[in-house]
């Protein structure tokens, strides 16, 4: 299947600071990417949409100017938290799908912890 | 938007006994329904998918059917055994360019040996 990498898999900030988080699509190009937020023993919350080239859509209640996404190219995509306080840290999560398919590719995931 | 249900949220079996995890969806859009299992800290895994055109699929102790009329979908695991506990998380997906796909609940199994 399709490997994705996300880095870094763990990270504490302090309250205030700013977190990037880098996905990557390792063996295929992707159309769409998907970041997702889950709060523990919860679901994934999708956060935001997009295809690459153009801008994410967010999903309702998710701050764009708080979790800014790149979709840099078909292979990387990146979220920074800005701003990130105690009530971010979570388990944030990438994905990636081809067009023409259904089939989403996940990242590992990072775990985020804000002080 | 679609809107996914799982039951139940909780659900543990003796090691051998079946499992079933139950889920309906909203959107009669939807077409594509993956099932995930996700250990603890780790991504979500897809076990099984089924598409809207197919009423049943079956891959070794696991299975899926789906009810399109009803909007319901489960999933069944035979012969369960402890490396099957986990978190399952149902989803549906409704077609078109960005593919989204909105997650159940989940459901925390857990397999008694």
């Known amino acids: 299947g399709a490997v994705v990498s996300q880095h870094p898999s763990r990270v504490i900030c302090k309250s205030g600071t700013s977190v990037k988080i880098e996905c990557r699509s390792l063996d295929f190009q992707a159309t769409t990417m998907f970041w997702y937020r889950q709060f523990p023993k919860q679901s994934l919350m999708l956060m935001a949409t997009?295809?690459?080239?153009?801008?994410?859509?967010?999903e309702q209640g998710v701050e764009k100017d708080k979790f800014l996404i790149n979709h840099a190219s078909l292979t990387l995509s990146t979220l920074t938290v800005t701003s990130a306080h105690p009530e971010d840290s979570s388990f944030y999560i990438c994905?990636?799908?081809?067009?023409?398919?259904?089939?989403?590719?996940f990242g590992p995931g990072t775990r985020l912890t804000v002080l | 938007g679609e809107n996914v249900e799982q039951h139940p949220s909780t659900l543990s079996v003796q090691e051998g006994d079946s499992a079933v995890i139950k889920c309906t969806y909203s959107?009669?859009?939807?077409?594509?329904f993956p099932w995930y299992k996700q250990e603890l800290g780790k991504r979500p895994q897809l076990i099984i998918d089924?598409?809207?055109?197919?009423g049943e699929k079956k891959d070794q102790r696991i299975a899926v059917t789906l009810n399109k009329t009803a909007k319901h979908f489960s999933l069944h695991i035979t012969e369960t055994q402890p490396e099957d506990s986990a978190v399952y998380f149902c989803?549906?997906?409704?077609?078109?360019?960005?593919?989204?796909?909105?997650f159940g609940t989940g459901t925390k199994l857990q397999v008694i040996p």
């Open positions: 997009s295809n690459e080239g153009s801008k994410a859509t967010y």
């Open positions: 994905s990636f799908g081809l067009a023409g398919g259904n089939e989403q590719f």
């Open positions: 089924i598409r809207s055109n197919v």
């Open positions: 989803a549906a997906s409704i077609p078109g360019g960005y593919q989204k796909v909105t």
């Open positions: 959107d009669s859009a939807s077409n594509y």
